[in-house]
């Protein structure tokens, strides 16, 4: 594993710990040369997903791409690392589950919407704004009374 900032060659596992019920692990790495720590993700290859664009278009199934539309609709929200990376999971584990090959994309932005929608309302508006293509505010507006007159809190965030 490289050190992403000195691009050397020998780390040491500091810390280890398994995510999503074991289905990956978290390790906090220490690089030999620079001393810097960075975080490596490790999880069994389960099988690739072609994933097929609204527009036809086929794709690999990448879990990053994924993570980084998540990390962009929940900026700035008490959210930890660790949940995007949950929703990942449940997603790519979903997806495995229907036991096809090729799974349309609007599939991967539902099962996101679904859990946003438990986790941050604010998150689920924003991704859903992308996701639903709103065309105006009223799409926006009519989403909005959606969710809230199906919230079970106001403030977008669920009793622990």
């Known amino acids: 594993m490289r050190c992403p900032f000195c691009q050397g060659r020998d780390s040491r596992v500091v810390d280890s710990r398994e995510l999503s019920g074991g289905e990956s692990i978290r390790r906090r790495r220490e690089c030999s040369q620079c001393g810097r720590r960075f975080t490596t993700y490790e999880r069994v290859e389960a099988g690739s997903l072609i994933v097929v664009k609204r527009d036809g278009r086929r794709e690999d199934f990448d879990p990053r791409k994924l993570r980084d539309k998540l990390r962009i609709a929940l900026t700035k929200r008490p959210i930890p690392q660790g949940e995007i990376d ?47 293509s709103f065309e105006d505010l009223e799409d926006l507006r009519r989403e909005v009374d959606l969710l809230t007159g199906s919230a079970s809190l106001g403030n977008g965030h669920h009793a622990d």
Request: charged residues 30%; proline residues 2%.
């Open 86 to 132: 949950r929703i990942v999971t449940t997603v790519e584990a979903e997806l495995l589950e229907r036991g096809t090959v090729e799974v349309p994309s609007t599939a991967i932005g539902e099962i996101a919407l679904r859990e946003l929608k438990e986790l941050d309302h604010v998150a689920y508006i924003r991704f859903a704004s992308v996701y639903l």
